[in-house]
């Protein structure tokens, strides 16, 4: 089915969009993840009239890809490689957030079945309050 149908009907163990993650960031991996920074400030991106659903960690290719438009216009087939590395960072980006996701839902899943089973380290790597 799909995501609103398990918000309903499977909602202990499905991750909520709204919501930031239940769960520390480390917790599971053996080293520490590196942290996602933005490279494009929100002066440059307001500057550059960047729309606010483009406003994520691939901005600062984002605003590349319209300067080498606007220097090569009318012929944009000269910004080919940015477009590219433009499209790359989306689909990477893409890939991490469903990446979170699904990690997310494994260890929602995972409380649930431990607090199921009464363990006492059902909470462990829980973030607390």
């Known amino acids: 089915m799909g995501h609103t149908w398990s918000e309903y009907f499977a909602s202990k163990t499905t991750p909520l969009r709204d919501q ?14 590196r942290e996602k920074k933005m490279i494009a400030s ?3 991106m307001e500057s550059a009239k960047v729309p606010l659903d483009a406003r994520d960690f691939c901005a600062h ?7 080498c438009i606007r220097e090569n216009f009318p012929f944009n087939n000269n910004c080919h490689h940015e477009r ?5 960072c989306q ?7 469903m990446k979170d996701y699904e990690r997310e839902k494994r260890l929602l899943h ?3 079945n431990l607090r199921q089973s009464g363990a006492p380290n059902a909470e462990e790597g829980t973030i607390s309050a």
């Open 20 to 33: 930031p993650s239940q769960f520390e960031p480390h917790f599971g991996f053996s080293t520490e993840r």
């Open 42 to 44: 929100l002066a440059e």
């Open 61 to 67: 290719m984002l605003l590349n890809l319209r300067g």
């Open 84 to 88: 590219e590395e433009y499209y790359e």
């Open 91 to 97: 689909y990477h980006d893409y890939l991490d957030r």
């Open 110 to 112: 995972r409380r649930h």
